[in-house]
């Protein structure tokens, strides 16, 4: 039986107190599953938003999406996870990344390190905060146990073997970074291996992880290859008709988007799809239409 879609929305901007309140509630009246927040330097905070936004609304889990964990100390952050999911009532999910942009490290006083350093920084991330959070004796508990579920985020072999290995939700951003950290889209066929990639590594648990995928563009009406056009700067060598076809691109009617999410689950896998912020009530009509 086909898992649930669940919808959420990535908020990139907070505005005043009253304005992130709002913003919250006008997402929870949309149908929206999950309000989260990003991890970039000159964006909000993610765990203070976070708690505000709990305050604000009832219904919605609340997560990060995703975390750098070169930023963070596994230690510091594990007490920042318990503290928040008990503030949040036990409404937190867990996003992680090994980080890809260089220029927050070097602002951060950070080492960014090679490919290879992070994701191993990203593993003893996962462990450490496995272990901390699952001991009786840490202070603060986290209300979810052993700990608030876990998404983590990635495209390359080893991150899809340790979510595999450890991630409630595995998080596809649909390709993989250029050298200054831009995103680069791997066109339909190659993102369906590395879904059947995770799956292969996946194959012996017990139960399966839920599949996200990061939504770039949405476009209700209008020209669905001007829209395409947008996307193209990411990624110039796949044709046109490559990113009509590409998960990162949901545009036509609203039937015709709904229609695109439900053969994306079909093909893919994924159920859990995250839209930017500036589409928040554009793609809304498409939840109402998916649940009927």
């Not at 929206?32 to 219904?59: C, K, N, Q, W």
């Not at 339909?188 to 770039?216: C, T």
């Not at 796949?238 to 709904?258: F, K, M, N, Q």
């Amino acid at each position: 039986m086909a898992r649930p879609f669940r919808f959420a929305v990535n908020m990139l901007s907070a505005g005043s107190a009253a304005e992130w309140r709002e913003k919250c509630r006008r997402a929870e009246s949309l149908g929206y599953d999950v309000i989260l927040v990003p991890d970039h330097l000159g964006m909000p905070a993610p765990f203070p938003s976070l708690v505000a936004a709990a305050e604000a609304t009832e219904r919605p889990r609340l997560g990060t999406f995703v975390l750098n964990a070169g930023l963070w100390n596994p230690t510091l952050l594990a007490r920042e996870v318990a503290t928040t999911d008990l503030l949040t009532g036990g409404r937190l999910e867990l996003g992680l990344g090994a980080g890809y942009v260089k220029e927050e490290h070097d602002r951060a006083g950070l080492p960014f390190g090679s490919p290879r350093e992070r994701v191993d920084h990203l593993e003893h991330t996962v462990t450490e905060l496995a272990r901390l959070l699952g001991d009786p004796g840490h202070v603060p508990q986290p209300v979810q146990a052993p700990r608030p579920p876990l998404l983590l985020g990635g495209n390359g072999d080893r991150v899809l073997r340790l979510a595999a290995r450890h991630a409630d939700i595995m998080a596809f951003s649909g390709g993989g970074t250029a050298p200054d950290g831009s995103l680069r889209l791997a066109d339909p066929d190659a993102l369906e291996k590395r879904v059947a990639a995770y799956r292969g590594f996946a194959a012996d648990r017990p139960a399966p992880a839920e599949l996200n995928f990061l939504v770039q563009v949405v476009s209700v009406g209008g020209d669905p290859r001007a829209k395409a056009r947008e996307l193209i700067g990411y990624t110039p060598d796949l044709p046109e008709e490559a990113y009509l076809d590409h998960p990162a691109l949901l545009t036509g009617s609203v039937r015709e988007i709904a229609d695109r999410v439900r053969g994306h689950r079909e093909r893919y896998g994924f159920t859990y799809f995250t839209i930017l912020e500036p589409y928040l009530e554009e793609f809304a009509p498409v939840i109402e239409e998916l649940r009927g």
